[in-house]
């Protein structure tokens, strides 16, 4: 393996070289053609970065199963996840992040969908273009500081709420619910950017029809403009929730960091539902690898754990294509450079932290 | 129709012809217009209550940690930790490196898929490499950056835990965002330019290079200036491949094997494994001073490169302004 590696990085010194002289002594027609070499490798670096990730993350993952001598079952059925006992069962980390995904969608979608609409339809001007800097602020605050504002704002109120309904001291706030309202407010501006646009894209001459035939601003907006972006909506909806899935940091503060429980246990008697913390993927993959050593079912199954992840990011990005090619509107190809397609640039699933 | 409306004719609201009646058709409208008027109010208070809740995050975030805030606090290093100088220039130094490596290489991918690429089965997979590169979480990136670029089993480069395998996992990291910003100010250039240039006699490279590049730097600058922005808040994909704590003495160097650890990391560490007495509050002070970077590069930096741009680049601008 080093073998290769040595040659081709001495392939690419030389190709470097020659490259970088043909192009400063060799006239314009050879200046053209390096170049245009040139951009092709940049975006061959962009395909080989990706093709090198799978690579990596695939080759360690399937070690839990070869080396480890783990079954598939095992380590998707089993509900004891303690690798240092030899015990990697994946069950409860995968329902977490199903849980506070599923949470933090379907309180985010409506509240985007409802942003944008007052963005493209509602808002006078001075107002839309003082939402964009409002939305550009949500999608950059660092994951990491949504932890911190969770643990101190939104835990103590889940608590509350919580040991208010039930009349007892049962519950500390980490769970699902808090990890859920905080990834929530995550994603609204990656859901509310791409909605904008997608609204904000559709030909004036609906508005105009609908408006024509009498019906109201929000007549309009209801029957007319929602379930034609609705499929622009839907990608968003997509890319949020891949976002969601790979969000670590804000959702190890809040999520309570245990693999031992599921997030609501069912009681007999009152209360009836109790919250528990637990853990999701990313979060178990972040606190396990620390003390990780190569070789060890450790660090295989956080290989492994990883290559889930992954699996299920390459899903949502293959439906979020799937459905974008299926309507007019395309979210990754913004024809017009509007101030919501930058937003929407910069807050798709590449800025998980 | 008429089948229809006799079964839902309500009396006295549908004449015998089958239509609603003028009462019923202004109750009808009296009814869109309330709902109307109520959607409006609703979605006038969705807008200021995220607003005042954004804002409450940042106040509450700056003055939690403001106490400490002072110029020794942001430039020097103590040996007991307590102080956040390396951690910031870390912060920067990673910043500036993989913007410098990142930026170039996501413009020449850009230029290629914008000017170049056919309809062609490399153009597809490197579409498609992109986009799945930009789902990729940022915590695999980090495994990865540390498999990859720090250690040097199993065919890792071998760079250490240090500064250098975090810029170079970072610039995986926003390579397609960098990608996708660049096509979007490629895609900005009007036709006419192209045309132009090409009726001039220019071959392809001296339209790219010295029209269109030059033509799509105001939006280039935006999209780059909130990239940045996102970096500075990067924990995930940072912590292994950098590591999480800088000596305290050796920091203030161009060293790129040295280990780094940025503002973000910086805080995770503190809020998890926070050694020192007052790590609660070393923490928010330094989350006070992500927050005040992030309000400098979101609205700061960017209202400054809007300035900028309207001077240079003139007519054009005016006329491309984002909405």
Known sequence: MNLILRAFEILAAVALVVGVIVFLFGGTKWRSRVSQIAFAVCAAIVLLSLVTILYFVGSHSFQTFTDQHITLGQFFTGKVWNPDNGQVGAVIPIVGTLTVTLLAVLISTPVSVALAVFVTEIAPTWARQFMQPVLELFAGIPSIVYGLLGIELIVPLVRYAYNYLVGAFLYAG????????????????????????????????????????????????????IPAGSSGIFTGVILGTGRAIGETLAVAFLVGSNPGSFPIQFTNSFPYFVLYPTSTITVQIFQDFK???????????????AFVLLLLSLLLVIASRYVASRSAFKATNATRPRGAAKIAATTLPATTV | MGTLAKDVAVAGSESRAGQPTPDARAARRARARLADRIVTYTLWGIAIALTGLLAYFIFYTIQQGASLINWRFITQSDVAGDLDGPELFNTFYILIFSLLICVPLGLGCAIYLVEYARQGIFTTIVR?????????????????GFIFFASSVNGGLGFGVSRLAGTFTLVILNLPLLVRVSEDALRSVPGELREASAALGANKFQTVARVLVPAAIPALTTGVILTAGKMIGETAALLYPAGGNSSPTGWFSLNPFLPGDTLAVHLYELR??????????????????????????????????GLLNRRLAGASARKTRNK
């Open chain 1, 174 to 225: 980490f769970g699902v619910v808090a990890a859920g309202l905080v990834l929530s407010l995550m994603i609204l501006p990656t859901i509310t950017s791409i909605s904008i646009d997608a609204i904000g894209s559709l030909p004036a001459g609906l508005r105009e029809a609908s408006l024509a035939l009498g019906a109201t601003r929000w007549q309009t907006i209801r029957r007319t403009l």
């Open chain 2, 128 to 144: 498609f490499a992109t986009e799945t590169l930009a789902g990729v979480p940022s915590i695999i990136l980090g495994l990865f």
């Open chain 1, 291 to 305: 003390e990780a050593t190569p070789g060890s079912l450790d660090f295989d199954a956080v290989w492994t754990l």
């Open chain 2, 272 to 305: 998890a494994e926070g050694i020192v007495p007052n790590a609660q509050q070393i923490a928010n002070s330094t989350a006070t001073l992500l927050i005040i970077l992030l309000l400098v590069f979101n609205l700061g930096l960017r209202y400054l490169a």
